[in-house]
């Protein structure tokens, strides 16, 4: 008895599967941008702003500190994500399109 249809079927799942993985993988990597990019738009809007346009017209009389607690922490945490908004922009310009 011969098995010429499964091995068939089996040649087929290995060239179809790299493609079915690559269009997974491109609805994640979209994904995950999209949330990325939402978390980041948040991070950026809860920093507490420390100087704006005032001071360029003279109406900065701050006093600079350092970031400390959860200001500190928001701070990281923004830079972590731009980093990774920023790999995902990159691994999806060269590797998925």
Same mark, same amino acid.
Not at 6 to 12: N, R, Y
Not at 80 to 87: K, M, N, Q, T, Y
């Given at each position: 008895?011969?098995?010429?249809?499964? #091995? =068939?079927?089996?040649?087929?799942?290995? +060239?179809?599967?790299? !493609? /079915?993985?690559?269009?997974?993988?491109?609805? *994640? +990597?979209?994904?995950? %941008?999209? *949330?990325?990019?939402?978390?980041? *738009? +948040? #991070? +950026?809007?809860? %920093? %507490?702003? =420390?100087?704006?346009?005032? !001071?360029?017209?003279?109406?900065?009389? %701050?006093?600079?500190?350092?970031?400390?607690?959860?200001?500190?922490?928001?701070?990281?945490?923004?830079?972590?994500? #731009?980093?990774?908004? /920023?790999?995902?922009?990159?691994?999806?310009?060269?590797?998925?399109?």
């Amino acid at each position: 008895m011969t098995f010429s249809w499964l #091995a =068939g079927i089996l040649e087929m799942i290995k +060239v179809l599967l790299p !493609v /079915f993985l690559l269009k997974i993988m491109e609805k *994640i +990597v979209s994904i995950l %941008q999209i *949330i990325i990019s939402i978390m980041l *738009i +948040v #991070a +950026v809007l809860m %920093q %507490q702003r =420390g100087s704006g346009a005032g !001071v360029v017209f003279g109406g900065g009389n %701050q006093v600079f500190r350092a970031k400390r607690g959860v200001e500190k922490t928001l701070s990281y945490i923004t830079v972590i994500l #731009a980093v990774i908004f /920023f790999a995902l922009g990159i691994y999806s310009a060269l590797f998925l399109n």
